[in-house]
């Protein structure tokens, strides 16, 4: 039996999941089995966020399992590959493979003291330049500072190296490998505050910054390596482990943005835009954040990456909050009923605004409000700010000087939306490309690990379904008169707040 498929492992903030891709010998990839199960969310004060480790890992297992019996067998497959959400801190005991405390998410604030006192203390410029980070408790390092004083004993255990810490993609290759491999990938090291950008390596004086053991702390590793073996009695054979990366830089990977310009933008209920900007990193002045896009088979490639707070949340409170549609698909067909927004513009900046803005306290807001104006404008309003903000994310890349994008590939729930994406691609000057498959995230750990274990002899070729492709096609004036009034928006929304005019 030809062992031609890879099983991906999609761990995400809201599910796990696992895929089987046949690979053909022409290097295209087809998903022939999934398995996804729900994962629990706690919240067990204001602003915190945990998962339970010991959870993700019998989700991880019980899927896995259901995708290898599914399509066909063990024997069908070459290698795993791994794509997590990033940022997320586990600690475990080393003995007995147990997590010592709940997940901390990425979307938990509890350590925002810490970042604050050290950007207080004169240090964000350090650390930004050393990892491309601002100083903010979404990063790593002040979550495992946090888990090891609150488990009793654990900093004198980990002196003792008897407990680990990872990220998610860290524990999953821990618990995979039965305790055999303590490894992480070097995209989700970056993600930590605590890895050199430049060397990929961890930094002593970051660790001692943060007041992290780099005892605890997992060996970094190239995306496409080998990683380890899983423990033969999980699945019948010993499978490699030959592919992780972070979910957003698993995206690149799988949109096949791997030369500087390219780029990809994921629109869900917000919105991350990766851009890849070539083989050094660009630090950025806007607040952007630097990051490595991934690093394979002795190439590096670096990325900027900004994110949006509120994209398809926008439809969302359309149809719950506002209850001007029924479905979210109603919106392409209810903007197309006016001929243009009427002069009315919304601000989506339900939890404030994210980059390049960075204003925690901003609010939604809508101007330009006549007594013409009906749902429709509000649906409109809402479907351009997804483009308006792309730009803005586009015009901060410009002024860091990363270099020019070719064109901008998209995924996620939104860009079911024809007029959003037409709309995109006219006010951000870009061709905007849709790829027929859209699984990137689980897609671009496939094809790490494809290419990982010998399977693909390259690590992207184009897949043979042509994308949906829309070209811009709207005059100078227009989209200067557009973005013009969206600034104007932008500015309302963050003075009204009380924010600085920016
Ligand atoms: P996530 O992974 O963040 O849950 P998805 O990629 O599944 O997000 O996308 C879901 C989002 O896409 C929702 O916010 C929804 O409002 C939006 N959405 C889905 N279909 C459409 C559509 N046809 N037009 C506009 N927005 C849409």
Known sequence: MQANMILAIDQGTTSTRAIAFEVTPQGAFSAVAVSQIELAQHFPQSGWVEHDAAEIWRATLQTCREVVRKA???????????????????????????????????????????????????????????????????????????????????????????????????????KLTGGASHVTDATNASRTSLMDLSTLQWREDLCDLFNVPMKALPDIRGCADHLGDCDASLFGRALPIHGAAGDQQAALVGHGALKAG??????????????????????????????????????????????IFSAGSAIQWLRDGLKVISDSRQSEAMAQTLKDNGGVYLV????????????????????????????????????ESLAYQTRDLLDALKKDGAPSL??????????????????????????????????MTAMGAARLAAFGVGLTAELWTAPAEAPAVWRPRMGDEERARLLKGWRGAVKAAIIAAGGDEP
């Open 72 to 174: 066909g067998g063990v024997d069908r497959f070459a290698a795993v590959g791994i794509t997590n959400q990033r940022e997320t801190s586990v600690l475990w005991d080393a003995t007995t493979g147990e997590p010592l405390h709940r997940a901390i998410v990425w979307q938990d604030r509890r350590t925002a003291d810490v970042t604050t006192r050290l950007a207080a203390e004169g240090h964000e410029a350090a650390v930004q330049a050393a990892t491309g980070l601002i100083l903010d408790p979404y990063f790593s390092a002040s979550k495992y500072a946090w888990l090891l004083d609150a488990v009793p004993g654990a900093r004198e255990r980990a002196a003792r190296g008897e407990v680990k810490l990872g990220t998610i993609d860290a524990w999953l290759i821990w």
């Open 262 to 307: 390219d780029a990809k933008i994921t629109y869900g209920t917000g919105a991350f835009l990766v851009a890849n900007v070539g083989e050094a990193p660009v630090a950025s002045t806007s607040r952007l954040l630097g990051t490595l896009g991934y690093a394979a088979d002795g190439h590096v490639a670096y990325a900027l990456e900004g994110s």
């Open 348 to 383: 989506p900046g339900f939890t404030g605004l994210g980059a390049p803005w960075w204003q925690p306290e901003a609010r939604g807001t809508v101007i330009g409000l006549t007594r013409d104006s009906g749902p429709a404008h509000f649906v409109r309003a809402a479907l």
């Open 406 to 439: 070719t064109r901008l590939k998209v995924d996620g729930g939104v860009t079911a939306n024809a007029f959003a994406m037409q709309f995109v691609a006219d006010i951000c000057e870009l061709e905007v490309e849709r790829p027929a498959f859209q699984e």
